[in-house]
């Protein structure tokens, strides 16, 4: 009985009985010895890169941080809500709503209200708009049991299309300019802390930036805590888990669900405000880019735990670095200026390769809460 | 007395002809009242202690529960009550209503009428949590627990101690685990993951989790069904030890055997109504099968004696891994005739799965072969062993057996699609397929519309029925059958029976795997017991007793003292 | 017995049959299908008001009418709208077909997008080979666009079947991938010099897709779709082979028990969708653009996938879904000019017909017989 169930999902490695299945075993195998060429041969440029690279980010860690952020958040919604048992690849509709809506609120009201409280209140709504669109897809996903990827990719969709239609009729046309973004520094720490070796940079990365930014870490260690020592955390396991089981013991399943993915839908929020209004400043019809599908990558790479995710969302955010570091700084060696050379969409592939790695399981494998995308039926006889 | 509001007027009962001593038709507590009433009227006579005491606080009854589901009556005016202390068993068949009975008290579903009372008094339960705090307890059929949590979380899961503000306190739940633990002799560690336990330990943890919350009342789904005999014994002991400190138990079974052992007193449930309660001292296994199934039940499948031919599977240091890795069938060796039935007894989980996949073509096998007269046929594909000549009837029939969303004639010709008359140079010929289902569903009595109905909307006897047509229309060699008659009706069991001994009639060799001990005793020739990932004993089924193999199935010792059969809890 | 105590699979699946509804009659499909059709409408029109009550203009009721009129006068009230209309529905058949194909074997195919890229790219540079006369180049380029789809599509498909990795993630990640590496290539590797933008060279005459109706850009792609959709139609209902892909899409476990190998038709299946998407993006280089621009954006590997849920996963309704949309689309320009209301806002009737397509089956829950015919644990007299 267990068998088949498995394995149609995640597959050990097994010696390939077709001769396709011989095919790819042989050219991973040229590939890997190609790599290990390489390594071999560059070895020295590889390692003077390698401190290259992480001086640079040493010193500048709010650029990886800065990158971070969105798929941090974005992991976090993703948490939130398939630790309940719910999938969520609307991640990106929602971030993208977020972001213009925030964005929009920014723009409209920095001359009323003023820079600083024009963006508050961006936020304010940014979340609030991300936040109906997780209880649109709560209500798709628990209530209709429509299939939680069509409910994901309906969002994502309606936020495409949403955000492109609202934008030209109410912002290009109109003539707004850009937002202003959240101010820095917001806890105000005397600049002469950020000049300490090797900790400054890093409670700079942390506490110099913005208020979202800054939030990311607290939201990381909050929701880890919460998730594994709270009863609140325990509840939403078993959910995710075994929902007959939770429900049998007079736990309301269908509340906790609908609860969860709509708080995840905070995060979203966040992390769409932070792209407009922290970050950038302004809006592009789609500048999320597929944040929203790294987000659910890191999830997985760090094993739906709050922290997992925070650290490879900084993975990620890296890979994405290595693009701007290029730029801001020459890398050093004959290695370091092939890499300059590189044309920049190269670097723009990193994140979307590296998930891919990911996700083939070559990290490791990875499993999802049991009840993960199974909508939870009450009167099923089981 | 003649005033007591909770009178209502019961119907006369009549004792049918011929029916046996302690089996009473349709009685209820207010009969009992009456009958007290009585003897205390005629002739001054005292009332009987124990029948006036009984009547009168019942820890638990429902009354006239009726409830009803799209084109089904799931409980029929149903009345049952349940005395402190008391072990009460509730018996029926599958489909007959005893689950949804429970799931009403304890508030996972509501009743259309009738109505529940706990000590007296009428309440209306609003869901588990309601019924956990009144002190309702349910062990279900499939155990509610979180194999990832520990023993402890899933435990307080919904009654959590608590610490600091929102964090729990662990220690405090582990040391409260711990006390209640001993206090009914359970030997448990609240820190394992309950994944990691075994089956009868894992219903202990399902039972303390009842207790923790107080509960007086104890409702088991089908307890036994996933035990050996001997765990059996030893949750009979708790059961019985928990009955008398007070606890009542609602015991839900269709084991006969087993009902008659631990119950108090036993109703039986048939398509929704109560047909009578028995006295477990004077009732026999035919009475309550008789009431269960409603005529004279033959629990012995009419089988003339076997008349084996030559070996057709034989299977030498079979050796095969799960998933993980873990070798679960460990240099297994036996042999099937023609013309017999091999039946495999062993509790789930001692690799039988594993094995029958390797015997399928479905799992790779590691070391060993398996020849089907005499072609070797491990590793072979699926598709090449029912090429020569094996009929598998598949364990979890819904998850291998069938394509449910599929229409029958499709589900008919699964494992034929790509053969003539169904299909020619990779096209379909839906004409064939439609005539073969008009001729299978008669010949196999399939209930069903058309041939063109999704198989979904066919009961379990039937989707089973329409396994069996499709594996027994061709010639076969070897017959495996999984679980065969798993969740079916007594009328599809007796089918499925007729069919396999047919089979083995006409020469081919079965093999049954079967977690059910009954059916392996009733329909085997020989009987061969798996423990561990081996056979470890055979035995001619005629002489075998039933307390034996379940030691043999328990302990893996074929051939030793019952001193030495201890399990370890 | 095994006692299951916990569910089963977890993770990211999908039964296409009972999901899109495909197990009920025809009939009843078709009524739902025309009713979040109307809804979606409906909320275009209310974006419409909106909008108009926000203008200069000041609220107009009759906007939503009169927009929706210029726009069908758009698609289809001339020749130039028609081919249009033909013209946009050709590669929406094609990726729909791309989706609902994966659909019918449990996979979700989110990559149509970054396939309908690779087709196109591959067409784009095998047109430019000179020498090569008309009909075989035509020929030579869409099956050289289909072939470099259905590597696109192999990727995740092998992903899938050999290391469990989710094809959804994965194909969103192998799309922006494509975009990126396609990007470069066009713009730097294969980029025409002689051209203003970033883009290929131009493919040769003899590569061109003929046109089907003078005087108007309408060419024979559509015929080339239209085909399509029967090839699949046919390849899903009548042969062994769709049997087995349909049959995998319904129960992978029954389907290994059939003797059907799940990772093989995972491959193929992406691997023929992906050769779908494809042959849309070959179609529109050689129909419409003539090259491959660096920074080429169309949607209609997106579009796809709402084509193939409007089409319930069945060529015959995706084709129908396709000429919807299409239609939508073609006479969305007309609209924004007479009316000045942005070309947007037929994404976001788009996405709401979709999202009615999704919510009606709350409606299929609650009917009687609704929960039967969705299979699982469905006949309630066997269970206790």
Redesign the interface.
Known sequence: MSAMATASMQRRLRPPTTLLGWIGVAILGVLAVLAILFVVRFWDGLIQLGEWFIFFAATRPYIILGFAVPIGFGALCGVMCERSGVVNIGIEGMMLTAAFVGFLFGAYLHEPLGHVPAAIVGVGFAILAATLLSTLHAWLAITVKADQIISGTVINILALGGTAYFNQLLVSTAGVSGARTLPRNVLSLPPEVYQVPVIGPVLNAVFGQGPIQMGLIFAVIFLQVMLFRSRWGLRTRAVGEHPKAADTVGIDVIRVRYRNVILGGVFAGLAGAYLTLESVGSFQDGMTAGIGFIALAAMIFGRWSPIGAFIAALIFGAARTLGQAVQISAPPGELGQAIASWPAQWFGMFPYILTIIVLAGVVGRAVAPAADGIPYDKESRS | MADDPRQTPSPEPSPPPGSSPGITRVPDAHTLIEDAVTFAGAGGTTIDPSVAARAVAPALEMRGITKR????I?NDSIDIEVHPGEIHALLGE???????LMNIL?G??GPDEGEILLDGEPVTIT????A?ARGIG?V??????????SVA??I?????T?GTG???DAKAAEERIHTLAEQFGFQIDPAAKV?DLS?GL?QRIEIL?ALYRGARVLIL??PT??LTPQETREIFGVLRRLAAEGTSIVFISHKLYEVLEIADRITVIRRGRVVGQADPKTATEEDLAEMMVGREVSLVVDKTPASPGDVVLDVTGLTVT??R?TVVVNDCSFQVRAGEILGIAGV??NGQ??LV?AL?G??RTRAGRATLSGTEVNNR???EL?GRGLA?I???R?????????PVE?NLI??R??QQPF?RF???DAGAISRNAAERIPEFDIRTPSGTV?A??????NQQKIIVAREFSRPIVLLLAD?PT????VGSIEFIHKQIVAKRDAGAAVLLVS??LDEVLELADRIGIMYRGRLVATLDAAGAEKEKVGLIMATGDAGESGERARVQA | MTSETGPGQGGMSLNPTSLLGTDRGLGRQFTSTVVAILLGLIVGALLIWLSSALSEDGFQLDLPLAAYLSLLQGSLGNERGWANTFNAATPLILTGLSVAFGFRAGLFNIGAQGQFFLGAFGAAILGTTVGIPFPLHVIWTLVGGFLFGAFWGFIPGLLKAWRGAHEVVVTIMLNSVAALSLNWLAGVVFRDPAATFPRTSDVEGSALLPILLEGTRMHAGILIAVGAALAVWFLLFKTTLGFEIRTVGANPSAARYAGIRPARITVLTMSLAGGLAGTAGAIEILGITKNYPAEYNTTYGFDGIAVALLGRAHPFGVVGAALLFAVLRAGSGAMQRETGIPVDIISIVQGAIILFVAAEMVIRRFLPGGRRATGGAAAAPSAA
């Open positions: 589901f799209p084109g089904v799931a599958n489909g007959a209503g005893k689950t949804t304890y996972l579903i869901g588990p949590a309601d956990i349910m279900h059929q499939h155990f509610m627990l979180v194999p990832v949590f979380e899933n307080v899961l919904g009654n959590e608590m929102p964090l729990l994944g089956v894992q989790k789904d089908e069904a996933v799960d998933d890795g789930a989980g799965d594993e996949e399928t479905l799992r594909s699926a598709r029912s598998y598949p364990g979890d819904q998850r291998y057996g069938l394509v449910l969303p599929y499709d699964l494992t699609y790509h299909s990779g096209v379909v999704p979904s909307t066919l009961s379990g006897g679980q798993r969740g079916l009706d977690a059910e």
